[in-house]
């Protein structure tokens, strides 16, 4: 059986969660579940609530995937807590694949887990992946060898399909898509700053300047701490 191990946090955003879940739950002999620091309730980005099945402690040492959702919100406040990314680094450093979906990717990074491997996130923070090492390749879904790193939000459920074909096969991935009829026509293609119209993007980003400012100081912190732990490693090693 399958063991997935899903990161759940406070005010991570929803859809980074069940989007990608809508198709890891659905593999077949696979035990899909939630993990934190402790069983009791958190509250989601949008107000749900849920619930860890298992703590960091009982969470299974060897993993077939370690995945990350995100959500900005929730995740900064993460790049410096020490229990959760020394919980990433442990689990990740033997799982057969570590994932994630928006800006998960820099809490992976941040555990020293993308150092050498290409990797994307969400559009207005994925410039922050190379302070952990991490090659910035702005898709969709990225694959470096067990690496696969989704976008933004939405993006997880291509994502989600992408990580079932590599579990379970090509056609059981397109099985699961025509399943939940996933096949998106969206009424605007706007959804990347790319082709988002003129000019939307930098006021997307004048809004949110203090949160940008905010995570880029949580990451050079998290890179620094990250730094740190190598070069004491160095130094055990006799370096």
Same mark, same amino acid.
């Given at each position: 059986?399958?063991?997935?191990a899903?990161?759940?946090?406070?005010?991570?955003?929803?859809?980074?969660?069940?989007?990608?879940?809508?198709?890891?739950q659905?593999?077949g002999?696979?035990?899909?579940?939630?993990?934190?620091?402790?069983?009791?309730?958190?509250?989601?980005d949008?107000?749900?609530?849920?619930?860890?099945?298992?703590?960091?402690?009982s969470?299974?040492?060897?993993?077939?995937?370690?995945?990350?959702?995100?959500?900005?919100? !929730? /995740?900064?406040?993460? %790049?410096?807590?020490?229990?959760? #990314?020394?919980? *990433?680094?442990?689990?990740?450093?033997? =799982? +057969?694949?570590v994932?994630?979906?928006?800006?998960?990717?820099?809490?992976?990074?941040?555990?020293?887990?993308?150092?050498?491997?290409?990797?994307?996130s969400?559009?207005?923070?994925?410039?922050?992946?190379?302070?952990?090492?991490?090659?910035?390749?702005?898709?969709?879904?990225?694959?470096?060898r067990?690496?696969?790193?989704?976008g !933004? /939000?939405?993006?997880? %459920?291509?994502?989600g399909?992408? #990580?079932?074909? *590599?579990?379970?096969?090509?056609?059981? =991935? +397109?099985?699961?898509?025509?399943l939940?009829?996933?096949?998106?026509?969206?009424?605007?293609?706007a959804?990347?700053?790319?082709?988002?119209?003129?000019?939307?993007?930098?006021?997307i980003?004048?809004?949110?300047?203090?949160?940008?400012?905010?995570?880029?100081?949580a990451?050079?912190?998290?890179?620094?701490?990250?730094?740190?732990?190598?070069?004491?490693?160095?130094?055990?090693?006799?370096?």
């Open positions: 059986m399958l063991q997935i899903m990161l759940i946090y406070p005010d991570m955003f929803d859809v980074d969660l069940i989007g990608p879940q809508t198709f890891l659905r593999l002999d696979a035990d899909v579940f939630y993990v934190w620091k402790d069983r009791g309730p958190i509250v989601s949008l107000g749900v609530t849920y619930a860890a099945t298992h703590d960091f402690a969470c299974p040492a060897n993993l077939d995937v370690l995945f990350v959702p995100g959500g900005l919100k !929730g /995740a900064m406040p993460l %790049l410096r807590d020490g229990a959760v #990314l020394d919980f *990433l680094a442990d689990r990740g450093a033997r =799982a +057969k694949y994932a994630s979906v928006c800006t998960g990717s820099l809490l992976l990074g941040a555990a020293g887990l993308l150092t050498g491997y290409k990797a994307t969400y559009w207005m923070v994925r410039d922050l992946l190379p302070l952990f090492g991490a090659e910035l390749v702005p898709e969709r879904v990225v694959i470096d067990n690496r696969v790193t989704g !933004g /939000a939405t993006a997880g %459920l291509d994502f399909l992408t #990580l079932a074909s *590599l579990l379970r096969g090509e056609d059981h =991935a +397109k099985m699961l898509q025509l939940v009829e996933y096949d998106p026509q969206p009424p605007y293609d959804g990347a700053p790319e082709r988002a119209p003129a000019g939307m993007a930098e006021r980003r004048d809004k949110r300047a203090g949160e940008m400012a905010a995570a880029r100081e990451a050079l912190s998290a890179a620094k701490r990250l730094e740190g732990g190598r070069g004491r490693l160095r130094s055990s090693n006799g370096a």
